[in-house]
Each structure stands twice: as structure tokens, then as C-alpha cells.
């Protein structure tokens, strides 16, 4: 496991196997533990936030999503970029819990996103055991209840891509009440399959990635001068 801070947000950033290693302790280990999906753009709303700041930096462990954010975070070694580029994490992740017999509840922002979760779920791992799902956007009653019938399924993860803040909120109002080993947390709106994007969508990843790398450099260069 390797610290490293990025536009100031302390990170925790594990090979696949050590992170498999720590999810199997996770599994055991009777409590709520958190996994963190990390974007750049994640990142650089976090740099004037100390709110989310402090949360990712309280995640047991973070994954980044793109290759970038372990660069600025001094990791350049060519096996862990390669993991990154893949989503060997996820792919690894929901094979063990396949294997392990492992029941899922789904959790996402809207119906459209939940469906998109699914999917992206089910074509990584189409034997997945998925006892529940829920979309925020349908809540009749408050989040207590929904929490109440969750927990009620019985589930060993929570997969989520709810948008910040309203997972932040959902996350220090209710983690301490779930009933699950992991929470997994994706980035909200995320697509797993490129070729799912359209031309809009690709350059407006271009343009974001570019915007982080100049504010991680120059971040750095800050640092240094100090």
C-alpha cells in the first residue's frame, strides 16, 4: 500500500492483490468498510472542499480510476498503470464475490443510473448474486427506511454511484446503521464501456483530464517552492 497525497487528498492506493487481500479482511471483518472509487474530477472539486476532502481521505481504500491520478500521485510503476487502464480492481473484486457466494444490493441516483449499474455489473459478472436495488430518485418514505429494508435482504456489498454530496450525506447519516461488510462507492454517472460514450462525452474527458494534469502540476510546483 502506498500513501500518496493528490491536490491535497491524502490517498490510499493498493496493487489488485494486496487490495483483494484487504477485501477478504474486509469480508471478515464485522464492520461497514468503505472503498472509494477517486476521479479527477473528483479531485479537483475536493481541492476547495474540506468537507470532501476529509471524507475520501477517510476511506479505507481509494481506487483511482484513471491512470493520471497515480502519476501526480508518484506512481509511475508500468504494472499498476496497466491495472488502472484495465479495471483489473473491479473485475477481480466481483469475481470474488461471485465466488464466495457473495448476495449485492444496488444503489444509485436514478433509474436511468441504476439500470446503467446494473448492466455494467452484470457484464462483468452475469452469475452475480443481486438481492436488491434501489434508485433515490423513487424514495416515498425517508432514507431510514430504506436502509431498514436493505438490511432486511441481507446483503454482503453495497454497490453505489450516487453523486456527490448527496452521498457524502447519505454516507454520515447511515453507514453506521447498514448492515454490510463493503460499500463500494463508484463515481457517479460512471460507464464502464468506452465505446458506450459518445463523441461529446470523449472530448469532454479530454478536456477534464488535461485541466487535472495542469492543476497537479502546478500543485506540485506550489509544494516545492514552499
Avoid at 480510476?65 to 480492481?89: M, T, Y
Avoid at 448474486?129 to 446483503?155: A, Q, R, W
Amino acid at each position: 500500500m502506498k500513501h500518496m497525497q493528490v491536490l491535497g487528498v491524502e490517498l490510499k492506493d493498493y496493487s489488485v492483490r494486496e487490495a483483494m487481500r484487504k477485501v477478504d479482511f474486509f469480508l471478515r471483518d464485522g464492520r461497514v468498510a468503505t472503498i472509494a472509487y477517486i476521479s479527477s474530477l473528483g479531485l479537483m472539486k475536493a481541492e476547495n472542499s474540506p468537507e470532501l476532502k476529509t471524507f475520501l481521505s477517510e476511506m479505507d481504500m481509494t481506487v483511482a480510476s484513471d491512470a493520471d491520478i497515480l502519476r501526480a500521485g508518484g506512481v509511475a510503476v508500468r504494472s499498476r498503470i496497466k491495472e488502472i487502464e484495465n479495471d483489473e480492481f473491479l473485475e477481480e473484486f466481483l469475481k470474488k464475490l461471485v465466488r464466495g457466494r457473495k448476495k449485492i444490493y444496488l444503489l444509485s441516483d436514478t433509474g436511468e443510473q441504476l439500470g446503467i449499474l446494473e448492466e455494467a455489473v452484470r457484464d462483468y459478472q452475469p452469475n452475480i448474486d443481486i438481492v436488491g436495488m434501489f434508485s433515490m430518485d423513487k424514495l416515498e418514505h425517508d432514507e431510514d427506511y430504506l436502509i431498514n429494508e436493505m438490511n432486511g435482504l441481507m446483503p454482503h456489498v453495497l454497490i453505489s454511484n450516487i453523486s456527490s454530496p448527496l452521498r457524502e450525506q447519505f454516507f454520515e447519516n447511515h453507514h453506521m446503521k447498514m448492515n454490510v461488510s463493503i460499500w463500494l462507492m463508484l463515481k457517479d454517472k460512471m460507464i464502464f464501456a468506452s465505446q458506450n460514450r459518445g463523441p461529446a462525452r470523449k472530448l469532454g474527458d479530454r478536456i477534464m483530464k488535461m485541466m487535472f494534469r495542469k492543476k497537479a502540476e502546478k500543485y506540485q510546483n506550489d509544494k516545492s517552492e514552499q
